[in-house]
């Protein structure tokens, strides 16, 4: 079973903080995908990152892809509430019949 | 835009019972999935399918079935519901295997009693 590790799991903090978010994995991802959930929702695609050391920007969401495809991470810069939801990254195994993994999401919480 | 439904949000069954899990999606599609989300372990991969009559054991097949009988829909089975299975079962279906953008149903919540 391959494993997509994100941390942390939990993060609490204040409007108008940064954070970052990390997934690592031993596996290599022909792509890897960043989704946002909402409580009652199914998860919606916010990026997909392709090339080893690419960085694509969304806003204020900040994504890169570790030069080996084996890693990822998620920057937001000046958290607001409206940032408050579950965030997973997810990793795509195209040599695996095309099976996504996710990592276990991170709960962002971001008070006024 | 694309619509993946899963029929029930919200469904209690008994121990023993068998549970059929539907989901439809409307944009011909390929790839179809079955996951499992339970807090703390993130969405876990059960089966998934790429094409009609076709499927595949994900992470986590044990107790379950899965039914493709037409392209654009996917059918996951209990067959003895339990109550580890009490969980949130999230359907989901991308274009084909090039890792296009996989689009979610809104999930049905299952408890086993």
């Known amino acids: 079973t391959q494993l997509l590790e994100q941390s942390p799991q939990f993060l609490s903090i204040q409007e108008g903080e940064n954070l970052t978010v990390y997934c690592n994995s031993s596996s290599v991802f022909s792509s890897l995908q960043w989704y946002r959930q909402e409580p009652g929702e199914g998860p919606v695609l916010l990026v997909t990152v392709v090339t080893g050391g690419e960085v694509k920007k969304l806003k204020r969401l900040t994504f890169q892809f570790g030069d080996a495809r084996k890693d990822s991470s998620l920057h937001i810069t000046a958290a607001q509430p409206g940032d408050t939801g579950l965030y997973l990254c997810a990793g795509y195994l195209y040599n695996q019949g095309g099976k996504l993994i996710f990592g276990q999401g991170t709960e962002l919480s971001v008070k006024p | 835009d694309v619509k993946v439904t899963q029929s029930s949000r919200y469904l209690v069954k008994r121990t023993g019972e068998k549970v059929f899990l539907e989901c439809v999606q409307d944009?011909?599609?390929?790839?179809m999935f079955w996951y499992r989300q339970d807090p703390g372990l993130g969405l876990r991969l059960i089966y998934f399918s790429y094409d009609v009559k076709m499927k595949e054991k994900g992470d986590i097949p044990e107790g379950y079935s899965v039914s493709r009988e037409k392209k654009e829909r996917f059918s996951l089975i209990l067959e003895s519901a339990s109550t580890n299975q009490t969980s949130m079962y999230l359907c989901?279906?991308?274009?084909?295997?090039?890792?296009?953008?996989?689009?979610f149903g809104e999930g049905s919540w299952l408890t086993v009693v």
């Open positions: 989901a279906s991308s274009l084909d295997r090039s890792g296009n953008t996989i689009y």
């Open positions: 944009m011909d599609h390929e790839n």
